[in-house]
């Protein structure tokens, strides 16, 4: 099974609106995390969010939400707000703990585009 | 001050050669990993180096040599380049955090290396 499911290859915003890029995630660690991150067309990696197992809260970190939904394995990225410059590749990352390192998993990612 | 440094950024060569990619860590991470991305822009685990220690091989052909001369570098040589080398390839950093916390154990990305084999 994959472990990590990006079913979005790509979406389209109007700027302004926010918009929902969906992940989930499959694991037996009960230590994981979760990570989104952002890749511009200049290539690097952003980091965006993260969430961990065992957070109670939904994490955000400015116009960026997660959405966690543990029991159904779902993790998926709310940009509140879009912009132009929000037009990238984002990525959804799991880490899974393997004795004393970690194991990083990614999606195929989703192609925001945000239009005028 | 840089995090994880990749040398070159850039990098066009023939197909038959050999080259290598360097990547630096500051960060004092014991873990260090390539990814190779495609032009679909599919990010896949190549190798990771745990305390200079090889822990994963994701069947990377074995023309690709990882080195970690010691923790804060991991080095990649390329045998024998082939056209479908052509990609962008990172490296990246982490560290467990036994206590957890906020963003335990988050990836630090150099800025990429783009190999182009002609």
């Known amino acids: 099974a994959q472990k990590i499911t990006q079913t979005q290859p790509g979406m389209f915003v109007q700027e302004k609106e926010a918009v929902t890029l969906d992940c989930t995630y499959d694991t037996s660690d009960p230590s994981y995390g979760l990570f989104w991150y952002k890749q511009p067309s200049s290539g690097e990696m952003i980091f965006l969010i993260y969430q961990g197992s065992y957070d109670q809260q939904n994490a955000t970190e400015g116009r960026y939400s997660l959405n966690f939904q543990k029991a159904r394995k779902s993790a998926n990225l709310v940009i509140s707000a879009s912009q132009l410059g929000d037009s990238a590749m984002y990525f959804c990352a799991m880490r899974e703990r393997l004795y004393n390192f970690n194991k990083f998993y990614f999606g195929s990612g989703t192609k925001l585009n945000v239009k005028p | 001050d840089t995090a994880v440094s990749q040398t070159p950024k850039y990098l ?71 056209l479908g080398d052509s990609a962008v390839y990172f490296c990246a950093s982490s560290q467990v955090i036994p206590s957890g916390g906020v963003r335990e154990g988050e990836q630090y990305f150099g800025p990429g290396t783009r190999l182009t084999v002609t």
């Open chain 2, 12 to 82: 066009v060569t023939q197909m038959g050669n050999d080259k290598s990619i360097k990547c630096e860590q500051n960060l004092g991470h014991d873990t260090m990993y390539w990814y190779k991305q495609d032009s679909k822009k599919f990010l896949k685990i190549m190798f990771s180096y745990n305390n200079k220690e090889l822990i994963i091989n994701e069947t990377v052909p074995n023309r690709f040599s990882p080195k970690s001369p010691d923790k804060a570098h991991l080095n990649l040589h390329i045998n024998s380049l082939e």
